[in-house]
C-alpha cells in the first residue's frame, strides 16, 4: 500500500471515529419530523379554538331564542335571534373571523309525534298543535395558520349548526 493511501485510510478512521457534531445532526433529523407536526397540531388546536367560538355564538342566540315568551310572534323571535347572533358575532370574534356568517332560518314547525320530521306551521297535529323551531347556523372560511398565511389560501370551511325548538303554541 502506498503511503499516500494509508494517509487517507488513517484520516477516514479518524473522521469516522470522532463524534463532534454528532448532537446537532441528530437535532436536525428530530427537527425534520417533529416540527412539522407542531405546527399540524398548532393549526388544529387554532381551528379548534375559533370553532368553539362559533359555537357560543350560536349559543348566545339560542338563549335569545328562548327568551321570549309565548305570546310573542315567531318573526319577533326571528328578528330578535338575528340580532342577538349578530352582536355575539360581533362581540366575540378574533381578527382572523372577520368573515364570520351567522344565519337564521326559520321558523320551521313539527308535530310532536315525529321531530325529526317537518310539518307545516298552519297544520293541526294528531297530538297537538305543531312546535316551532329555527335553525341558528354560523360558518367561515378558515385559513391555516401557517399555510393560509404564506398563500392566502382557504383550506376548509368552519360551520357549525343549532336546532333551537321553542315549546309553546304556534304564535302566528
Same mark, same amino acid.
Given at each position: ?11 477516514a478512521?479518524?473522521f469516522?471515529?470522532? #463524534?463532534?457534531?454528532? /448532537? ?9 419530523i ?35 315568551? $309565548? ?14 347572533? #349578530? ?24 308535530? $310532536?309525534? /315525529? ?8 297544520? /293541526?297535529?294528531?297530538?297537538?298543535? $305543531? ?12 385559513? /391555516? ?11 376548509? #370551511? ?13 304564535? $302566528?
Open positions: 500500500m502506498s503511503a499516500r493511501a494509508d494517509r487517507t485510510t488513517r484520516r478512521g479518524r469516522l471515529a470522532d #463524534q463532534q457534531g454528532v /448532537s446537532a445532526i441528530e437535532f436536525s433529523l428530530f427537527a425534520a417533529f416540527l412539522p407536526i407542531l405546527l399540524i397540531a398548532t393549526d388544529i388546536g387554532f381551528a379548534m379554538h375559533q370553532r368553539m367560538i362559533m359555537d357560543g355564538v350560536l349559543r348566545i342566540g339560542a338563549q335569545e331564542g328562548l327568551r321570549f315568551g $309565548p305570546e310573542d310572534a315567531l318573526d319577533h323571535r326571528a328578528t330578535g335571534i338575528a340580532a342577538a347572533l #349578530q352582536a355575539a358575532a360581533d362581540a366575540n370574534a378574533t381578527n382572523r373571523m372577520e368573515n364570520l356568517a351567522v344565519t337564521v332560518a326559520g321558523p320551521f314547525c313539527y308535530c $310532536p309525534q /315525529s321531530p325529526d320530521s317537518e310539518a307545516q306551521c298552519t297544520e /293541526s297535529c294528531a297530538e297537538g298543535a $305543531p312546535r316551532p323551531f329555527f335553525r341558528l347556523g354560523a360558518e367561515m372560511p378558515y385559513r /391555516s395558520l401557517f399555510l393560509g398565511e404564506l398563500s392566502g389560501v382557504e383550506l376548509t #370551511q368552519l360551520r357549525t349548526r343549532l336546532r333551537v325548538d321553542i315549546y309553546s303554541q304556534v304564535a $302566528p
